[in-house]
């Protein structure tokens, strides 16, 4: 269930009484007079996906339930009240864009935007290797260091593969990443 706004505007009168229309002075569009959001129920479920490239454990401080994540992209259902008890207890899940959201609204509602701004999806994170090395160079720069991990440990896997052989982008992947990808 998505958190959405309504925005409710007062009308403008654009006729006079007698139903002309007024050409005396233009119609003036008012400022949105209410804004009602709709409220969110702290104890809802929301799907987490694993944004590190292998497995993710998160223990809850409070119930000390456990969440296991095998593989990058794997999904577990988490409320939100445990997400909010995350960000307080270990920051670094969100800053290193370990937990992913589908949906944006939660980055919102959790108050995390700020660490989710440049970050690359589950769905479009092996896209990063297709680009051109100037196009690498800006999105790399803009990731967290969390997600430049992500991109170093599967660009390893993929030159182990074949599916990474361009030399231009494994050297401009190993400026960027500050690590050394293959062997010379």
Do not use: C, H
């Not at 269930?1 to 925005?7: C, D, L, V, Y």
């Not at 799907?47 to 990058?72: A, H, M, P």
């Not at 445990?82 to 939660?106: C, G, P, V």
């Not at 989710?116 to 090395?133: G, H, L």
């Amino acid at each position: 269930m998505a958190n959405t706004t309504t925005k409710r505007t007062a009308r403008t009168k654009s006729s006079s009484a007698s139903g002309q229309a007024n050409t005396s002075a233009p119609a003036v569009k008012s400022a949105p007079v209410e804004m009602v959001a709709k409220d969110v129920d702290p104890s809802m479920y929301v799907t987490v996906r694993n944004g590190f490239q292998g497995r993710l454990v998160y223990q809850s401080r409070k119930t000390g339930e456990l969440f296991i994540w095998d593989n990058f992209g794997d999904e577990q259902d988490m409320e939100l009240r445990e997400l909010k008890n995350a960000k307080n207890s270990y920051k670094k899940f969100f800053i290193n864009n370990w937990f992913m959201f589908d949906e944006d609204w939660i980055v919102d509602y959790l108050g995390v935007r700020q660490f989710y701004k440049n970050a690359v999806s589950v769905e479009d994170f092996d896209k990063i290797f297709k680009q051109k090395p100037d196009e690498l160079k800006k999105t790399i720069s803009e990731m967290s260091d969390g997600q430049k991990q992500s991109v170093a440990y599967r660009a390893k896997t993929l030159i182990s593969n074949g599916e990474i052989d361009s030399l231009s982008v494994v050297s401009a992947l190993e400026e960027l990443l500050g690590t050394e990808l293959i062997e010379r």
